[in-house]
Nanobody, 126 residues
């Protein structure tokens, strides 16, 4: 059982920065896992934005490469996403997700991530 709690969303002007956090609460220690940030804008499908595995290897969607950075602090059991140079098209609800088998990370397949947070809203104004 894994619980994910996102925070850090809000409103920001285009070109600004925001950092999202996702606290991971679990009774067990997992040696192998993957985590990712997804986002979903109104009327659009949920899309993968950035992902990281337990070894620290990362993957990014083309739309955010060079602007977003995913990282994790194992001591704090927290996943982060630093968002720089945000654009209006980054406006969405952002979710963190956890995949114990790392089956979904390479393709950002949401159906393969077993646990999700409640989401945090990011609004970028022009």
């Amino acid at each position: 059982q894994v619980q994910l709690v996102e925070s850090g969303g809000g409103s920001v002007q285009a070109g600004g920065s925001l950092r999202l956090s996702c606290a991971v609460v679990s009774r067990f220690i997992y040696r192998r896992y993957c985590m990712a940030w997804f986002r979903q804008a109104p009327g659009k499908e949920r899309e993968g934005v950035a992902g990281i595995d337990s070894d620290g290897s990362t993957i990014y969607a083309d739309s955010v490469k060079g602007r977003f950075t995913i990282s994790k602090d194992n001591a704090k059991n927290t996943l982060y996403q630093q968002m720089n140079g945000v654009k209006p098209e980054d406006t969405a609800m952002y979710y963190c997700a956890w995949d114990g088998g790392c089956y979904g990370l390479a393709t950002f397949a949401p159906g393969l991530f077993g646990y999700w947070g409640q989401g945090t809203q990011v609004n970028v104004s022009s």
